[in-house]
T-cell receptor, first 110, second 114 residues
Framework: GIQVEQSPPDLILQEGANSTLRCNFSDSVNNLQWFHQNPWGQLINLFYIPSGTKQNGRLSATTVATERYSLLYISSSQTTDSGVYFCAVETWNRDDKIIFGKGTRLHILP | DSGVTQTPKHLITATGQRVTLRCSPRSGDLSVYWYQQSLDQGLQFLIQYYNGEERAKGNILERFSAQQFPDLHSELNLSSLELGDSALYFC?????????????FGPGTRLTVL
């Protein structure tokens, strides 16, 4: 089945810093979403982005489907950005359905 | 708040027991998905229902089953529970069944099997 790899696995930054999180996938996908899992376990939708670029405040994302990767940019980090960021892809293969990466754990220091 | 509700929030039970987790999708959503998040396996897709019918199956054990009712709420039944079933169980919903549509997650049910 499809492989989804996220990097880096862990990231520690000072408040105010910028960061780029990457998601690579091994096959064509028809859907890609980015989620933030906060310290209380809630999964929060960030972007639904099978292709192209989207921005929402300090966050933006770009998916280059032909090259099989997506990037999540976080600018001017705040402590509330801490948590785990997941990339999830949906494939045409019904056996795979939706596959999550292992996530990037982000810790923002005050 | 995603609009997806799950009950209960927490559940503690013993090995060998059976439990039922409940999910109500967002208003207007016809698809419901179930996921399991454990420390060793990460987030895994279990099963999807669309408008009452099973649509896709993932890594769901035979001891687990699910259904979606006419009012579109869904239940995930876990039986003969084992210690390894302890995990966070998420439900998600989306408008369509077709490929390529956005899923919204509920707050999860944390299951602890002792």
């Amino acid at each position: 089945g499809i492989q989804v790899e996220q990097s880096p696995p862990d990231l520690i930054l000072q408040e105010g810093a910028n960061s780029t999180l990457r998601c690579n996938f091994s096959d064509s996908v028809n859907n890609l979403q980015w989620f933030h899992q906060n310290p209380w376990g809630q999964l929060i939708n960030l972007f639904y982005i099978p292709s192209g670029t989207k921005q929402n405040g300090r966050l933006s994302a770009t998916t280059v489907a032909t090259e099989r990767y997506s990037l999540l940019y976080i600018s001017s980090s705040q402590t509330t950005d801490s948590g785990v960021y997941f990339c999830a892809v949906e494939t045409w293969n019904r056996d795979d359905k939706i596959i999550f990466g292992k996530g990037t754990r982000l810790h923002i220091l005050p | 708040d995603s609009g997806v509700t799950q009950t209960p929030k927490h559940l503690i039970t013993a090995t060998g027991q059976r439990v039922t987790l409940r999910c109500s999708p967002r208003s207007g959503d016809l698809s419901v998905y179930w996921y399991q998040q454990s420390l060793d396996q990460g987030l895994q897709f279990l099963i999807q229902y669309y408008n009452g019918e099973e649509r896709a199956k993932g890594n769901i054990l035979e001891r687990f089953s699910a259904q979606q009712f006419p009012d579109l709420h869904s239940e995930l039944n876990l039986s003969s529970l084992e210690l390894g079933d302890s995990a966070l169980y998420f439900c998600a919903s989306s408008v369509l069944a077709g490929d390529g549509n956005e899923q919204f997650f509920g707050p999860g049910t944390r299951l602890t099997v002792l």
